[in-house]
């Protein structure tokens, strides 16, 4: 469902206000580079500032939804207005050249014409050539909006030409909203939303299995490493951890899911009153943080750090758990 300019403002406040003052102050650029995040609204956000370019009679830094363009914007059919979007893995040089003859047409519409690609990223050396010229001299009044979620993955030679707009990732009250609308619990909804911004992407991570049994199996291991002893914990590893996390990227995830329950102990021994990932273990992380100082929870923490590092060099997962069991044995027992 499209998004309402309020709750445009509400996900990306800043970016909001940012484009409606170059509006308002006629400062239109030529080209714009987007970036943000899967679930920040990034196309929503470019398509409002389309519809902002476009309208024959914007109100207060908002299109009036109402004239003649913001209606054919509506229905997908505005002459001054194009998209490219990527054809597998790239955006072809076939889709560009036929981008540079629609906006090179001497339209039916008088003023601003305005186009989108989609991806930028995908852009390679031979389409983003085809484009270079264009976006350097364009015919008439044009403006360029590329969307992307990692501007270092454009190319420069586009990049350079850009204003570069930054979106940031939705304020998390308004993710924990969501998916308490959704019927989630609080606990596994302030888990999901620690791993992403994306409201489908948390919806989806709270339905699945796989996710569940990570949460599970990683507040396992925590119990273990804080209350019991190494070889309790060197016993959930081999039984539990190891066969769960079989692929880097699973076990990354579960490096980071243990990382945030470190963080809560420390957190809420700062201040009972604390948002934690794991609001359910919320008892047993006061009860442990009243036994343990702020230097053994740093140890612990850079224990864990060092073994998310580590996964990169490609050392045997047996043996990096392992040394982080036995590096967690000794922050709890460093004084």
């Known amino acids: 469902m499209e998004k309402t300019t309020e709750q445009l403002k509400q996900l990306q406040p800043v970016v909001m206000k940012q484009l409606q003052i170059i509006e308002r102050k006629n400062r239109i650029g030529q080209a714009y ?29 908002e299109p009036c939804n109402t004239c003649r363009s913001c209606q054919r914007l509506e229905t997908g059919n505005h002459i001054n207005f194009h998209q490219v979007y990527p054809d597998g893995q790239f955006i072809k040089v076939a889709a560009i050249e036929e981008l540079l003859i629609e906006m090179s047409k001497r339209g039916m519409e008088a003023g601003r014409k305005v186009y989108i690609v989609h991806d930028a990223e995908c852009l390679n050396a031979k389409s983003a050539n085809k484009l270079l010229k264009f976006l350097e001299e364009p015919i008439g009044e044009v403006t360029a909006i590329f969307t992307t979620q990692n501007i270092n993955a454009i190319l420069p030679t586009i990049r350079s030409r850009c ?73 959930i590893v081999h039984e539990d951890w190891l066969p769960t996390f079989k692929e880097r990227d699973q076990m990354e995830l579960a490096l980071d899911l243990l990382l945030y329950a470190y963080r809560d102990i420390v957190a809420v021994k700062a201040n009972p009153t604390a948002a934690l990932t794991y609001p359910d273990m919320k008892d047993f992380f006061v009860t442990t943080g009243l036994r343990l100082t702020y230097e053994q929870l740093s140890k612990m923490l850079q224990a864990v750090l060092h073994a998310r590092k580590t996964l990169h060099s490609n050392m045997n997962r047996t043996l990096l758990m392992e040394q982080l069991m036995l590096n967690l044995q000794e922050g709890k027992s460093f004084v």
């Not at 970036?35 to 389309?50: D, I, Q």
């Not at 992407?201 to 507040?219: S, Y």
């Open 33 to 61: 580079i987007f970036e943000g995040k899967k679930g920040t609204a990034t196309e929503e956000v470019a398509h409002f500032f389309v519809k902002l370019l476009l309208c024959e009679q914007p109100i207060d830094g």
């Open 163 to 235: 204003q570069h707009i930054a979106f940031q990732p939705i304020p998390k009250h308004l993710l924990l909203d969501e998916l308490r609308n959704q019927g989630i619990s609080a606990s596994l909804a302030a888990t999901v939303s620690m791993v992403t911004s994306d409201v489908d992407e948390a919806i989806a991570l709270t339905k699945d299995d796989e996710f569940a049994q990570a949460r599970k199996t990683v507040l396992k291991l925590i119990e273990a490493t804080l209350s019991k002893n190494v070889h309790e914990a060197l016993l």
